[in-house]
């Protein structure tokens, strides 16, 4: 199981300890490195930041949304980057939500997210691959475009620019199950918003038939700390987030996946305080035993026992959401 340092996307203002965050996760052995992106800081920009000021590590998105970009300019800043940091680039996509890409991206959230999902990967292939001009006749995505408001003198092109690689590795953010088991299919790997090594079963039916090389790579918190319950409020505060306000009170898809994880009473009560304004409460009422076992939180020793369970399973790469050089470290030398 391979390391790899997820930083997520900036909050008021960019984190000034970002890029010797991951220059110490490169130092450390650690694979790659993923920013995100929700309605504020870009996934690429901070990425190719870091990609200009590291060597070895690769680079992801995790996730670059869909709703921000026509595939064929996601697929510009993937080539591009690729080209820059010399093929260090890992392309991780995901929809979001309807709350997000109508009321930020103004524009609607597609009523068939696996077709949209498949056309969009679809013509990110052909750009990548460069055989011919982008072609596509989907539902959500044509190249050329034949719209009835358009003009009718669209081109069919491929890109000026030559891919580095036909191959690059994408990546999806699925929590569906048919999403799941769609990105199987699709993409290159799998990026998972929350993973319980104590409950690989609720993922088993989407994971029937992974092909080799798949990749499955989780986010966790990580803290060496003292306290656990102290350790674990972060990770309480980000899922009362999530589930509470991510999303709309009769579609949301974490708090949905937190439902078949066995905590949908839970789910439903961080909602509604949530939504109510009680954000603290909805905090609170985060079960610890939930937040414990998504994350890897504790003493060294703690963490090495836990660690064992994701490194027994099918994951791949552990993204890690770690504030600190000292539990990178501790978890480099653990995985070893």
């Known amino acids: 199981m391979r390391l790899g340092l997820a ?14 965050l991951a220059q110490e996760a490169e130092r450390l052995g650690y694979d790659s490195v993923w920013t995100a992106e929700a309605w504020g800081s870009d ?9 200009a000021q590291t060597s070895r590590i690769r680079l992801g998105t995790a996730v670059a949304q869909m709703a ?13 980057l690729d080209h820059l940091s010399g093929g260090r680039m890992m392309l991780g996509l995901g929809l979001s939500g309807p709350q997000v890409v109508e ?24 750009v990548l691959r460069r055989e011919g001009p982008v072609e596509v006749a989907g539902r959500f995505h044509s190249h050329p475009y034949n719209g009835p408001d358009g003009t009718g003198l669209g081109k069919a092109l491929k890109p000026i620019t030559h891919p580095l690689r036909a191959d690059l590795p994408v990546l999806l ?7 799941i088991a769609q990105t199987t299919r699709i993409a290159d790997g799998w990026l998972p918003l929350y993973w319980s090594p104590l409950r690989t ?16 790579a989780p986010m966790a918190r990580a803290k060496v700390c003292d306290d656990v319950g102290e350790g674990l409020l972060p ?38 305080l949530f939504l109510a304004g009680r954000r603290e409460e909805a905090v609170l009422a985060v079960p610890d035993a939930f937040a414990d076992e998504i994350s890897l939180v504790g003493p060294r020793a703690r963490i090495a026992e836990r ?30």
């Open 103 to 126: 009321g930020w991206y103004g524009r609607p959230f597609p009523r068939s997210p696996l077709t949209a999902t498949r056309e969009y990967v679809e013509v990110i292939r052909q």
């Open 201 to 216: 079963d609720v993922y088993e039916a989407s994971l029937t038939d992974v092909p080799e090389g798949f990749l499955i």
């Open 43 to 51: 996934a690429f920009t901070p990425l190719t930041w870091i990609a």
């Open 173 to 179: 953010g699925a929590e569906g199950p048919k999403n």
């Open 68 to 80: 921000a970009r026509s595939p064929v300019t996601t697929a510009m800043h993937a080539l591009t």
């Open 235 to 272: 990770v309480k505060a980000m899922l009362g987030f999530y589930i509470g306000g991510m999303g709309h009170s009769a579609r949301n898809f974490h708090a949905d996946l937190m439902a078949r994880m066995g905590y949908g009473t839970e789910a439903r009560r961080i909602q509604e």
């Open 307 to 336: 660690l064992e369970l994701w490194r027994k399973g099918p994951v791949t790469d552990l993204l890690v959401l770690a504030p600190d050089p000292h539990t990178l470290r501790v978890l480099a030398e653990l995985n070893a």
């Open 7 to 20: 930083l997520g996307y900036w909050g008021r203002g960019p984190d000034p300890g970002h890029v010797a």
